[in-house]
């Protein structure tokens, strides 16, 4: 059960990574969110004019984060369920966030929250069985 837990942790770690990755170079290289078909009014009830530091914030929260966890789990660190479960705050908090100042929810939303729920419970569900 724990190495199906740990493919699951890396399987959605590596689809938040990677997506964020690719968002943020986006995001980074054309503030405008135009190269995404985003438009700058989406933004008018956050505290940002462009894309910009919300690229370089998704950037390190989701993308380098991700795979940082993902080696964690390779590398079997004492403590690496809890980076899993602090990964999928960090997502579900971005998700929460990013909803809230764009008013609006979109599919992509709902699937990244549940993968954000998932990977804390795989997280909590590796941490018990590892200190048990």
Same mark, same amino acid.
């Given at each position: 059960?724990? %190495?199906?837990? /740990?493919?699951l942790?890396?399987?959605?770690?590596? !689809?938040?990574?990677?997506?964020?990755?690719?968002?943020?170079?986006k !995001?980074? *290289?054309?503030?405008?969110?135009?190269?995404?078909?985003? *438009?700058?009014?989406?933004?008018?009830?956050?505290? !940002?004019?462009?894309?910009?530091?919300?690229?370089?914030?998704?950037?390190? @929260?989701? &993308?380098?984060?991700?795979?940082?966890?993902?080696?964690?789990?390779? !590398?079997?660190t004492?403590?690496?369920?809890? @980076?899993?479960? @602090?990964?999928?705050?960090?997502?579900? &908090?971005?998700? *929460?966030?990013?909803?809230?100042?764009? /008013?609006? %929810?979109?599919?992509?939303?709902?699937?990244?929250? *549940?993968? @954000? %729920?998932?990977?804390?419970?795989?997280? %909590?569900?590796?941490?018990?069985?590892?200190?048990?």
């Amino acid at each position: 059960m724990l %190495v199906v837990l /740990r493919m699951l942790s890396i399987l959605l770690l590596l !689809f938040n990574g990677i997506g964020a990755l690719y968002g943020s170079f986006k !995001f980074i *290289t054309d503030p405008s969110g135009a190269s995404l078909g985003m *438009t700058l009014s989406l933004l008018e009830h956050s505290p !940002f004019i462009n894309y910009l530091i919300p690229g370089i914030i998704l950037l390190i @929260a989701n &993308g380098i984060l991700s795979f940082v966890v993902i080696a964690l789990i390779l !590398f079997k660190t004492n403590f690496y369920s809890l @980076a899993i479960i @602090a990964e999928g705050c960090i997502l579900f &908090g971005w998700i *929460t966030i990013q909803v809230i100042m764009l /008013r609006t %929810v979109a599919s992509l939303h709902i699937i990244l929250w *549940t993968f @954000a %729920v998932l990977l804390i419970l795989s997280g %909590v569900v590796l941490n018990r069985k590892l200190f048990l």
